[in-house]
């Protein structure tokens, strides 16, 4: 398990840098390229929603979704949430819904009590799905911690980050996505 563990960590460094290289560039000067994964997939198996109701991917069809998987203990993942959080704060009202992920790389993390408490510690304000049972992630085909998906109003999937970094960009990214929903939605 432990191996494992290593190889993904080493694996999500050396190619985390150079996936968010390849999905968050310019198609101009500063501005983000998109790729078009498909249709994202829908949250699966969540053992219990924190912050919020049952949501799902469908019902979120109009809305720009960014879902970030991560696990309270994760150092990586800790260091991405003030960003995340920022993110929500400053683009919820614009039509960005976030979502956390939380699934545990260790059984002590797949506590209800200890993922709510972590979500308080950290301020987090958003939905946060308990993906206790890797469903979700299965479904996302996911593999790192801490990983983030931008989804456009369509449901697709348009953007893909795993690891730390690229804090502009996915900004940048999250910006245009809802302009172009507020553009298109004032025609």
């Known amino acids: 398990m432990m191996d ?11 190619l985390g840098a150079c996936t968010a290289a390849s999905t ?18 829908e ?18 069809r109009g809305k720009v979704v960014l ?10 993942c800790l260091r991405t949430l003030p960003y995340v959080t920022r993110w ?16 545990p790389e260790f059984g002590y ?3 209800a009590r ?19 049972q890797y469903a979700t992630w299965k479904a996302f085909d996911n593999e790192y911690w801490p990983a983030l998906y931008l989804i456009d109003r369509r449901g697709h999937l348009v953007l893909k980050h ?11 990214a999250i910006a245009a996505l809802i302009d172009t929903a507020t553009t298109e939605a004032g025609k």
């Open 43 to 60: 949250f699966s198996g969540i053992e219990r929603w924190l912050n919020s109701d049952a949501l799902s991917v469908r019902s979120l």
């Open 114 to 132: 200890n993922v709510q408490l972590a979500i308080g510690r950290n301020g987090i304000r958003y939905p946060v799905a308990q993906d206790n």
């Open 109 to 111: 993390e797949k506590s």
């Open 24 to 41: 968050i560039t310019s198609s101009r000067a500063g501005e983000p390229a998109f790729s078009d994964y498909g249709e994202a997939p």
């Open 67 to 76: 879902i970030d998987f991560w696990t309270y203990s994760c150092i990586n």
């Open 162 to 172: 795993f690891g730390e970094g690229s804090y502009d960009e996915t900004e940048r």
């Open 88 to 103: 929500y704060d400053k683009f919820k009202d614009r039509g960005l819904v976030v979502i956390g992920v939380h699934t």
């Open 4 to 14: 494992r563990y290593i190889r993904r960590l080493l694996l999500a460094t050396a």
